[in-house]
């Protein structure tokens, strides 16, 4: 991939950028940032709506990701892996890191292409080394993002393989369910890509009147997609164990799991976005998704009445 690249020039050519990334180069050790840490103190709160849901769903992700490796055959402890990963991005907080660890997606596909325990050394060693010896930009330049996006796509099609094999044949349709939030986020953001580039490097694109004007163009279904994508895994979760519990009758447990959504939609956890100057944010608070929650709660109240109805019968 990368003589590929290279040879068909998608190699970065600007000479500054090149003379810049070579100026990176050299010795960058990690410092303890307490002091700075302290001083910021009081953004904590103002960026608690950040912090909470993208902690969430780190958790959410690294625990499915402990999952996925455990369908492939390969049992790791939960609660040891995520205090490992909890512990990594706290130490790498405190060295100034905003960047938080989690665990490796696509264990069956490195499994099915060889790699062992020593290839979590020795990418870790790599990441380690050129971090420290400010290789990144240089990096970057000499090997272009086509070149990485293949290993992506493979990973993404052994695991969305992986969806279908390890689990029941009659649960496809659930999972089916839970892809398509994450192919509805993905809408999102190249529907959002689309708006900026057509702004413009000084537009502000987005506002209210965005919405009116892909209503003009046809693009009726923009602010679902946003919807979707605000807390996509946590979404993805609960409609597909929903859609789960439908399939094998189990109404109560679907109630359930409506509730919990209706809970979760009220106080902003998904569902609910906002505009900023040049995006689309989850938007956290007390109530702000209440017709999100109406809406789960009758659904909760059907799966109530499927539940009595399917007791009442012989």
Known sequence: GLALAWSMGLVEDDPLRWRQAWNDVGLHLPHLQLVDLWQARGELLRWMGVIVPMGLFNVLGSMQNVESAAAAGDDYPLRDSLVINGVGTMVAAVLGSCFPTTIYIGHPSWKALGARLGYSWINGLAVGLSCFLGLFALISLAVPIQVGVAVIVYVGIVITAQSFQVTPGNHA?????????????????????????????????????????????????????????????????????????????RFLAAAAVAGVSAVLAWFG?????????????????????????????????LFLAAAQLRRSQP
């Open 269 to 301: 956890v998904i569902h609910v976005w906002r505009f900023t100057p040049a995006d689309t944010a989850l938007k956290v608070g007390w109530g702000v998704g209440a017709e999100w929650t109406y809406a789960y709660g009758i659904m909760a109240l």
């Open 173 to 249: 349709p659930a999972v089916v369910l839970g892809i398509m939030a994450g192919l509805a986020s993905w809408g999102a953001f190249l529907l959002k890509a689309g708006v900026k580039a057509g702004a413009g490097a000084d537009g502000q694109p987005f506002g209210n009147e965005l919405l009116q004007g892909l209503q003009q163009v046809g693009v009726a279904g923009a602010e679902g997609l946003f919807s979707l994508e605000q807390g996509g895994i946590v979404t993805a979760m609960l409609l597909t164990s929903v859609l789960v519990y439908v399939i094998e009758q």
